[in-house]
């Protein structure tokens, strides 16, 4: 499933791996627009310097977060020959002060270590970390043996009230005895590094360290702890002596380069460590290579309107990285003088409004030159955008009032904040959290909450919510759209019908990515919609149900004797064999009826007849016997079984009991079918979700076949419980049709609707695309097969409310159809059973077809994740602070075969070459393949004509936030001309007033980074 480079990519490869290679510069940037591949060009250059390396290549990737790290790490290594391989090259540990004992990575032509910034130290701006037990206790094991004398008083100093430590420091010293009895190499190593720097920190010699161990003990505990995991990790990062570093999205850890020490820690035994590992991880060391990534490493502008980026002593964010990169290099100092003087010249140039001048020319060509030694840039050509401008519904005096009850309840010196907190985060007073100060020590009795305990218990609706943003994007993504259970294909089979086909009629397809400012606003937005939408899909609430109690009916509970539940998610082999496609596009579901019934009737070897001398075989009884006579169903049997035991609440034995009598009741020897038999498996084979589940996957995994239990147990521990949710067994009455009312009763028949929806939906379309994403992603199956499965269960946690403020009665809101990429400040204790998910899970679930379809976020998620696999469509809640926030939002979702791209190949792409049994993705992949350009290689999966990602602004027009969104389109287009310049906020506010800069001059008049093109 690995991908291969393209040719832009190829080229920056090669350029980078020459430059690495010869020695020149030890440092270079890759700043390839977002979305463009700079992990697939990292794989690359690590493949290459591991071809050239003799003996093994030891590389740090570091960055900002796990959930990048967890998303990039194999992707870096697919060049290996397979998951195995993978896995020996990869370190199980992501702290370098749990890495000693952890089994390390094998492999013996490279080996990838993780690391993040928030993980590699402790104290100086972040403050002083406890870390975690595990990183304690190891230290721990390693100060007994470097000290040689018991330590038990330090030990339960570094415990920190923590259970069971003695036995953590007990096993990790009995692991370090084993293998400095083996003589492992690594081991001693790491124990000779970590006692050197251990009394290069604490500046004693061997003989006394344990004296001044154990007056630490004096100290807090947190000191100890910070001064033993900076030894521990310092020790290790030298220890393993890296080939290569690569900074990923390195801007956001600017501090590290600069040579000053603002960044680390006044304490002597703490800020040694911590600049060498600094020195580390930067490449300080002479035979170190570092590789930085970011499509934003620098900046023009900052927040607000009019407000410029400017360095106190007058050198720009972009001359600080040159100066960096060429820090090292044999001519370093030359070329930095020439690269300032030529920028010089052109800011002369500029001012003169000379923009196709020779001189320009020149200036731009030479500095093209010298920057390639250390930096490169790749760019998309120019796309068509769709910037959506919502015009947020007109104040109303509801958001008047609740800004007013928000402003006078606020003390003078907090008051400032009133404003911005409440243009961005919907019912402030309810919302905000004991995390904001501000809302912490105000009083707010008095106030009218925007929704009380009692309304959400009764399942009642504001008319209009006071907040104009949040009435903006339930206008544009309206609740009938969100609630779909998995949003629409961008390549139908038949036309959608019902809620589906209602949706065509939205301002937004697809999904929704909202960034704003504040950390309370993705919670506030999540739990509200969340309530909106689940609220219209129930209807009016039971006499007697509270919002709690709702929540909790259930309609595919797991019970041994359950054939409703056993027909929808049993994988049956035989139907999934059927395929609907066989005779053609189908266009139309009796189409898709026809194929399948005839090839029913060829493999069935049995009669149809009006009727039959038995009894009707019911539908559980129907599959079983279908697998039985083509003898499956000995495997299929066990697989049902193991999957339904797995969630505890059924025994093997009585879920296999249950199947027993079910079994003797399925006659495979049968000589005729009656026509409803047939005519109920030509169904069954269209519309059960277990059915085309296996049948997509068989279309894309070459080993679905041989992967029962793992289908098996996706189908019962993923889509089940998906599908198990009251809102979606009430919003699907009516046979899928939509024909369900607000205030309709509890729908009787749920799996009838369900298999209704499965076809009018086109869930088998959906699922085909999405295994199609999946089988290009550069995972395994097993992987992808997993994070699917969590997607399906993932939990978006509560979103806290308190009626007015502080102290008042809490409401603790579902997030599902809406979540926060991060479990918002309020969230800090939710309810039993209901921790919300990670980020990365919340990530997986976005980037699946169904829910969550909006996740919110701040700058958090910014940067380094992936998020357009069914998104094309960015919210900014709140402005960007800059032209350069604006392109890392827009990047998240305009990325290699996203949304934007399958909807444009879907409406172009002609499917009359399609094979007999594949996928209509794998036809319209080949097709694509015609459009593609052979310079570049970057049409049509990055860029294509009609390609379009959607920009949402819910700001009300003619409010400043509207403006500074105007001005950031613009800023975006000439940022890029000033460059270099000594201080660029005067330059670019005079080419943003001449009309005669044009978004196509400034692209002519920048400088052009593209890598050579590679030799023939």
């Given amino acids: 499933m690995s991908r291969k480079p393209k040719a832009f990519q190829k080229q920056t490869i090669s350029h980078v791996s020459a430059i690495l290679n010869e020695g020149s510069a030890r440092r270079f940037l890759v700043a390839d627009e977002a979305g463009l591949g700079k992990t697939m060009v990292a794989r690359g250059v690590i493949q290459n310097l591991a071809d050239l390396k003799r003996g093994r290549l030891t590389v740090f990737y570091v960055c900002s977060s796990q959930p990048i790290a967890s998303q990039n790490a194999d992707s870096l290594l697919s060049f290996l020959d397979n998951d195995k391989e993978i896995a020996k090259a990869r370190a199980k540990a992501d702290r370098p002060s749990l890495l000693p004992l952890s089994e390390l990575p094998s492999h013996r032509e490279v080996r990838l270590f993780t690391l993040t910034p928030m993980t590699m130290y402790s104290g100086g701006r972040r403050g002083l970390q406890r870390g975690h037990a595990l990183e304690r206790a190891l230290a721990c094991a390693f100060l007994h043996n470097v000290v040689g004398k018991p330590l038990q008083r330090v030990q339960n100093h570094?415990?920190?009230?923590?259970?069971?430590?003695?036995?953590?420091?007990?096993?990790y010293r009995a692991d370090l005895a084993a293998k400095v009895a083996e003589s492992d190499v690594d081991t001693k190593r790491f124990l000779k590094a970590f006692r050197l720097e251990l009394m290069m920190a604490l500046k004693v010699s061997r003989g006394r360290l344990w004296e001044v161990l154990e007056s630490l003990r004096q100290e807090r505990p947190v000191v100890m702890a910070s001064i033993v995991r900076n030894v521990m990790a310092a020790a290790v990062l030298r220890a393993l002596k890296p080939d290569l570093v690569i900074f990923d999205e390195f801007q956001r850890f600017r501090e590290l380069m600069a040579r000053g020490d603002g960044d680390l820690s006044k304490d002597l035994r703490m800020h040694g460590s911590q600049r060498r590992i600094i020195d580390v991880v930067l490449a300080r060391d002479e035979s170190v290579k570092l590789l930085m990534l970011s499509a934003t490493p620098y900046e023009a502008l900052t927040a607000g309107v009019g407000a410029r980026h400017r360095h106190e002593d007058g050198d720009s964010d972009f001359f600080r990285i040159v100066d960096f990169l060429f820090e090292h290099h044999n001519q370093g100092a030359s070329h930095r003088r020439k690269i300032r003087e030529q920028f010089s010249l052109m800011e002369a140039e500029l001012r003169k409004s000379a923009y196709r001048s020779a001189e320009l020319a020149q200036a731009r060509d030479e500095l093209r030159r010298m920057l390639l030694k250390v930096m490169c840039r790749t760019e998309r050509p120019p796309q068509q955008r769709h910037d959506l401008q919502i015009e947020a519904p007109a104040l109303l005096p509801a958001?008047?009032?609740?800004?007013?009850?928000?402003?006078?309840s606020m003390d003078n010196g907090v008051q400032s904040w009133a404003v911005p907190l409440w243009a961005s985060v919907p019912a402030p007073i309810q919302t905000l959290g004991s995390k904001y100060k501000c809302w912490n020590n105000t009083s707010f009795k008095g106030t009218q909450p925007i929704i009380k305990r009692k309304q959400v218990d009764e399942g009642v609706i504001p008319r209009n919510w006071p907040h104009p943003k949040l009435r903006g994007m339930l206008d544009a993504l309206p609740p009938k759209t969100l609630a779909l259970p998995w949003i629409r294909p961008s390549l139908e089979w038949w036309r959608s019908r019902g809620p589906w086909a209602a949706a065509n009629t939205s301002k937004l397809d697809g999904k929704l990515l909202v960034f704003s400012r504040f950390a309370a606003t993705p919670g506030a937005v999540s739990g509200l919609v969340s309530y909106e939408v689940e609220t219209r899909m129930l209807g009016s609430r039971p006499t007697g149900k509270t919002y709690e109690s709702v929540g909790k009916a259930s309609h595919f509970k797991v019970k041994a004797d359950a054939p409703a539940l056993f027909t929808l998610f049993f994988a049956s082999s035989f139907l999934a064999s059927l395929d609907p496609l066989a005779s053609g596009f189908p266009r139309t579901v009796s189409a898709a009826k026809n194929a399948l019934c005839r090839q029913l009737r060829a493999r069935i070897n049995a009669e149809v007849v009006n009727k039959v001398k038995r009894p009707l075989m019911k539908p559980h009884v129907l599959l079983i016997a279908l697998e039985k006579r083509q003898q499956t169903w000995p495997a299929a049997r066990d697989a049902w079984v193991k999957a339904l035991a797995a969630g505890g609440s059924v025994s093997k034995a009585a879920a296999l009991s249950a199947v027993r009598d079910w079994e003797n009741k399925a006659k495979s020897d049968f000589t005729a079918l009656s026509q409803s038999e047939f005519d109920l498996l030509v169904d069954l084979a269209l519309d059960l979700p277990g059915v085309v589940v296996e049948r997509a996957l068989r279309r894309h995994w070459p080993g679905a076949r041989d992967q029962r239990e793992t289908i098996q147990m996706l189908l019962v521990n993923g889509f089940r419980r998906y599908f198990d949710k009251p809102w979606f067994a009430s919003s699907l009455a009516g046979n899928g049709s939509g024909a369900a009312t607000e205030g309709s009763k509890r729908p009787k028949d749920y799996p009838s609707d369900l298999r209704a929806a499965v076809v009018a939906g086109n869930l088998e379309s959906v699922l085909d695309e999405h295994f199609w994403t999946m089988s290009n992603s550069g995972k395994?199956?097993?992987?992808?097969?997993?994070?699917?499965?969590?997607?399906?269960?993932?939990?978006?946690?509560?979103?806290?409310?308190?009626?007015?403020?502080?102290?008042?009665?809490?409401?603790?809101?579902?997030?599902?159809?809406?979540?926060?990429?991060?479990?918002?400040?309020?969230?800090?204790d939710s309810l039993p059973g209901e921790r919300p998910a990670r980020p990365d899970q919340v990530r997986h679930a976005f980037n699946s077809p169904f829910w969550p379809h909006v996740v919110s976020t701040t700058s958090v998620g910014q940067e380094g994740l992936d998020f357009h696999t069914w998104c094309r469509s960015v919210c900014h809640w709140d402005p960007a602070r800059g032209p350069v926030e604006l392109?890392?939002?827009?990047?998240?979702?305009?990325?290699?075969?996203?949304?934007?791209?399958?909807?444009?190949?879907?409406q172009q792409a002609t499917l009359d070459q399609r094979e007999k049994g594949e996928s209509p993705w794998k036809a319209v992949a080949r097709w694509a393949t015609s459009l593609e350009d052979s310079h570049t290689q970057m049409t049509p999966w990055w860029c294509v004509d009609q390609a379009t990602t959607v920009q949402c602004n819910f700001a009300p027009a003619g409010s400043r936030e509207h403006q500074q969104g105007a001005m950031l389109e613009r800023a975006r287009a000439l940022y890029r001309m000033v460059l270099g310049a000594t201080n660029p906020g005067p330059l670019l506010e005079e080419l943003e007033a001449d009309d005669n800069v044009t978004p196509d001059l400034a692209a002519t008049a920048a400088i052009n980074l593209r890598p050579p093109p590679l030799s023939s």
């Fill in 158 to 171: 570094l415990s920190m009230g923590v259970g069971g430590f003695g036995d953590m420091v007990r096993r």
């Fill in 399 to 408: 958001d008047l009032k609740a800004f007013g009850e928000l402003a006078t």
């Fill in 780 to 828: 395994s199956w097993d992987e992808g097969i997993e994070e699917l499965t969590d997607a399906l269960n993932v939990s978006g946690g509560r979103s806290r409310l308190r009626e007015r403020g502080k102290g008042t009665l809490r409401i603790d809101l579902r997030c599902h159809v809406a979540m926060p990429l991060h479990p918002a400040k309020s969230d800090a």
């Fill in 887 to 906: 392109e890392q939002r827009e990047g998240r979702v305009a990325r290699f075969s996203g949304l934007s791209i399958r909807l444009a190949l879907a």
